[in-house]
């Protein structure tokens, strides 16, 4: 398995509403990310787990709170989020030899 | 922090051409990595090439890591070779602003 897994897709919500975007990987890497990309922007880094423990957070608002269960499984849950939030969600893993692998993306719109 | 350019920002091409994209960055880097973005978002790894050569059909990238850039080549360009491409390093895995390339049929 050479995959990040994201879910949802596409997630809509209404700024009073708590949601998660999960991401899954199998393939052993002990680094986990979560990125936002807004439309026309590179991906910015958000968060960084190393060995399931929280590295680096890039100042990101409380109103985005991470966590790392295990090993293969990252979260990102959302709560009283602003429509300036609405973006591209990217969660990816990395191996130091091959480098990173990204998933497909969570599209979340925030009305 | 690390400074990422690429260049050009824009190309057009018609199919069958081929190109040259380039990124710069402003100190070492020891994880350089090329992505494809395609239009529906997802980051594609195309070359994980701290330094030297590698090819992957059409594709290859060299990268001089002593110094601090890497080229990536597209040989006989298709259609479906058209997003944005961009290049990334550091812990933080910073990226450029990409290269939007556009191959007309």
């Known amino acids: 398995d050479t995959e990040v897994t994201q879910t949802p897709k596409h997630l809509v919500m209404g700024m009073t509403n708590k949601k998660s975007l999960k991401c899954e990987q199998h393939m052993g890497h002990r680094a986990m990310y979560w990125y936002k990309q807004k439309a026309k922007k590179p991906p910015e880094l958000m968060f960084v787990y190393s060995y399931e423990k929280l590295s680096i957070n890039e100042s990101v608002p409380s109103r985005f709170s991470p966590e790392c269960p295990n090993s293969s499984l990252l979260n990102l849950h959302l709560h009283a989020l602003q429509p300036e939030d609405s973006a591209l969600y990217l969660c990816?893993?990395?191996?130091?030899?091959?480098?990173?692998?990204f998933g497909s993306g969570t599209r979340l719109t925030v009305v | 922090g690390i400074q990422v350019e690429q260049s050009p920002p824009d190309l057009i091409l018609q199919e069958g051409a081929n190109s040259t994209l380039r990124c710069n960055f402003s100190?070492?880097?020891?994880?350089l990595q090329w992505f494809h973005q395609n239009p529906w978002g997802q980051l594609i790894n195309l070359f994980y090439?701290?330094?030297g050569t590698k090819q992957n059909g059409r594709l290859s990238a060299t990268t001089v890591a002593t110094e601090r850039y890497s080229l990536l080549y597209i040989s006989s360009s298709q259609t479906t070779d058209s997003g944005v491409y961009f290049c990334g390093g550091s812990e933080k895995l910073v990226f450029g602003k990409g290269t939007k390339l556009t191959v007309n049929p």
């Open positions: 990816a893993s990395s191996h130091r030899n091959y480098g990173y692998t």
């Open positions: 090439i701290p330094s």
């Open positions: 100190d070492s880097v020891n994880n």
